[in-house]
């Protein structure tokens, strides 16, 4: 199984990037999947969850109406559009399996200018 997330990086307050995140050695369209994120000094927390078919969709309150989940079921990857970014959503997102509990390496997500 691995998980391997892109797209993330430096972006000013209030900008918008797209994290993917390319899955491989299981059933992809059969599992649920997570975005969490990490800051700096801070419990690992749930950002957004996809159903195996992509609705319904489940968001923290800190990023509902600014992210948005989705996935593409035959190029096996789930992305994270965010928009209207805030410092405060610097950190390291991961995906994950959700159910089976594998994790991706992570991207870094800067906020500032």
């Known amino acids: 199984v691995q998980l391997a997330e892109s797209g993330g990086g430096l972006v000013q307050p209030g900008g918008s990037l797209r994290l993917s995140c390319a899955a491989s050695?299981?059933?992809?369209?059969?599992?649920?999947m997570r975005w969490y994120r990490q800051a700096p000094g801070k419990e690992r927390e749930l950002v957004a969850h996809i159903t195996s078919v992509g609705n319904p969709t489940l968001y923290a309150d800190s990023v509902k109406g600014r992210f948005t989940i989705s996935r593409d079921n035959a190029k096996r990857t789930v992305y994270l559009q965010m928009n209207s970014l805030k410092p405060e959503d610097t950190a390291v997102y991961y995906c994950?399996?959700?159910?089976?509990?594998?994790w991706g390496q992570g991207t870094l997500v800067t906020v500032s200018s």
């Open positions: 050695g299981f059933s992809f369209r059969s599992y649920d």
């Open positions: 994950m399996i959700a159910k089976l509990g594998y």
